[in-house]
């Protein structure tokens, strides 16, 4: 199956269109500006023609339709998401509930059968999901910004949500609680897409920065791969102590700390701004408060002038560590996990096909792009 978005993202007038597959006579689509879905059926010619539509109360923002059971979720600019079934025949669809999942526009839906799980996020900054059979809503969590990416392990039942901030948010879902694993932070601009394939364990995120990163969570050795045109690079830098992963989800567990409170810093002592009882014992000034990334000690900025790359806590970019840390982080510690290429146009799709080994990667400039990677996933 295919997914794109046809025209400019910022306009009204949008297509967003789905083709079920070459193996279903069908596709779907929707028009934001009449606030319609159409099921086009395909013919023996091969072309696809108009079969039914219903018109939706808000303009749709996004799909997802599960094969297996014919269900079409469908997202709305008011926060609703619709479910409809469709007709074996693909000329007539049902509508069978409706959540008020978000305050405003949903952004993305996936359908896990398996679970019975309806995910989403929203323009409101949250991720939610909901249960399929009752409706209920089971959880939430809100992200540093809005979030256009949305993928699902079902194996561990990890989600991975990338937002406008250029952030990868990693969750583990259990019924009715969510908990946050680790982050990932490789991006300059918005993360527009996300691909995770469940095989190979590697998740591919697009962004507005004109960069594809493909992020090697199952940690065979820790690889990191380079696109170039058509030409494949393998960092050979392991991204684990020691250059071997201990299992599956050993990166995931690379957390960053979280930041201790202090009224002076816990390397020189020295008080912040606000200690006023001991800038006046020690007839100093008080000092702006930081944190270090690495071990999370409250630090003054002396104390932590200097800065470097942390990927395995999931800081590719270089940031405030102090000087005990920046000085045991170790060179195989830096190695990235992820290396980049610029993709020449601004991302708002991604999709892998496993079988080929292909990733096809769309853009607000209407191209599309494929791209080979038996010699790395195959």
């Known amino acids: 199956a295919i997914e794109m978005t046809v025209g400019y993202a910022g306009t009204r007038k949008r297509l967003l269109l789905r083709l079920i597959g070459d193996w279903l006579p069908a596709a779907l689509t929707s028009d934001m500006s009449i606030r319609t879905v159409r099921v086009w059926l395909k013919r023996d010619s091969g072309q696809y023609w108009p079969s039914i539509y219903h018109a939706m109360p808000s303009p749709c923002s996004c799909m ?5 059971t014919r269900r079409l979720s469908i997202g709305l600019d008011n926060g609703t ?9 693909y000329n007539k669809m049902t509508l069978v509930k409706s959540y008020q999942a978000h305050q405003s526009r949903v952004m993305m839906i996936l359908f896990v059968l398996e679970m019975e799980w309806v995910l989403s996020t929203g323009q409101d900054k949250h991720f939610t999901w909901h249960c399929s059979e009752s409706g209920q809503r089971l959880g939430g969590y809100r992200t540093n910004a809005g979030a256009c990416g949305l993928q699902f392990d079902v194996e561990t ?3 991975f949500v990338g937002d406008h901030s250029g952030q990868v948010t ?11 694993v680790t982050t990932f932070k490789g991006h300059t601009g918005g993360v527009t897409a996300l ?13 507005s920065d004109h960069s594809i990163i493909m992020w090697d969570i199952g940690g065979r050795k820790g690889t990191a791969i380079e696109l170039q045109g058509h030409k494949y690079v393998q960092n050979p830098s392991s991204c684990f102590p020691g250059g071997k992963a201990k299992g599956r989800s050993h990166i995931w567990n690379q957390a960053t700390p979280e930041w201790l409170d202090s009224d002076s810093c816990q390397k020189c002592d020295q008080p912040f701004f606000w200690n006023f009882k001991q800038m006046w014992d ?7 408060q930081h944190h270090c990334r690495k071990c999370g000690k409250a630090v003054c900025g002396k104390c932590s002038s200097k800065r470097s ?7 590719e970019f270089e940031v405030r560590v102090c000087d005990s840390c920046h000085e045991s982080i170790t060179d195989e510690e830096r190695a990235p996990t992820a290396t980049f290429h610029d993709s020449k146009h601004n991302i708002v799709h991604v999709h892998f096909d496993a079988t080929r080994g292909w990733l096809l990667t769309s853009g607000t400039d209407k191209v599309i792009k494929l791209w080979d990677m038996t010699p790395v996933v195959s």
Request: with cysteine; proline share 5%; hydrophobic share 40%.
């Open 64 to 68: 997802s339709f599960n094969p297996e």
């Open 81 to 89: 998401i619709s479910e409809f079934i469709l007709s074996e025949d």
């Open 157 to 159: 039942r990890h989600v």
């Open 170 to 180: 990693i969750l583990k879902l259990e019924q009715e609680s969510c908990s946050l």
């Open 195 to 207: 691909c995770w394939d469940p095989v190979q364990r590697v998740l591919f995120s697009g962004s």
């Open 282 to 288: 020690n007839k100093k000034i008080g000092l702006r």
């Open 309 to 315: 790359s942390i990927p395995l806590m999931g800081f």
